[in-house]
């Protein structure tokens, strides 16, 4: 395996699976809709860039020839987050995303790394494990699941080595400005008496992007262990430790007004991932 397509490459996620890939030896074929965030970005030099908005995604392509015949690919695009409750993830993502993907494994596709979401498994609580029946209760975790569920329909039809990355929380530079830490960086660079936010009494599992990008290159990256599987850190933690935990690693203070906000509605209380099939592949990092 040489050459992988990464899908979304300008994106928070992207950018780091790209230079990982990079780091690694690896010839990347990168796209997105976006040229410009991609002709300033540190990788661009270092790679082929093909510029492609799925929604002009047309069947009479052969996109498997249009991306230069890749010996993989990482699919992390997908258009509108976080706006999980908007109804054109499953209008509109789901069947174009599920055409362009089938429309590369009929045409050569081999291997194929797709990510998810922990959203998946709906309202649960506790320590989620892979093999649990899915119950998705927001529109962007219903898209998710039935591209999941079609794509597995597709291996029966044409064999080729598919893994689900269920993506659980992540934190890092260039994340989305609506996200926890940017908002508590955001708080600290004004200068605000205080951080405001939820009680923080909900548990989760959080992983830096760093970790998130190379996780998912070595699942791509290997063909042993395939389906669904869990990129977590297998750690539960409330969400005002873990604030507490990474003011104290950026070595900064401010105190957290709780209770500022309410609980979100489309996430359980209290749930983490189980890493051990991910432990399976990482295990000689």
Known sequence: MKKILVTGATGFIGNYVVRELLNRGYEVIATSRDKEKALAASWYKKITYIQFDLSQFESTVNYYSFFNEPDAMIHLAW???PNYKESFHVEKNLPV???????LVQNGLTNLTVSGTCFEYGMKEGCLTENMECEPANP???????????LETLQSRIP???????????????QSPK???S???VAISKGEKEFNMSGGEQVRDFLPVEHVASYISDIALQDK????INCCSGRPVKVKQFILEYLQTVNKAIPLNLGYYPYTDYEPMSFWGNHEKLK???AND
Request: charged residues 20%; without cysteine.
């Open 79 to 81: 258009e509108g987050l």
């Open 97 to 103: 995303h599920f055409a362009f993907l089938e429309n």
């Open 140 to 150: 962007y975790a219903l898209a998710k699941n039935e591209l999941r569920e079609k």
């Open 160 to 174: 080729f080595i598919f893994k689900w990355v269920r993506l659980f929380y992540m934190y890092g530079k260039g």
């Open 179 to 181: 996200s926890l830490i």
């Open 183 to 185: 908002q508590l960086e």
């Open 225 to 228: 262990v395939t389906g669904i």
């Open 280 to 282: 399976t592949i990482t």
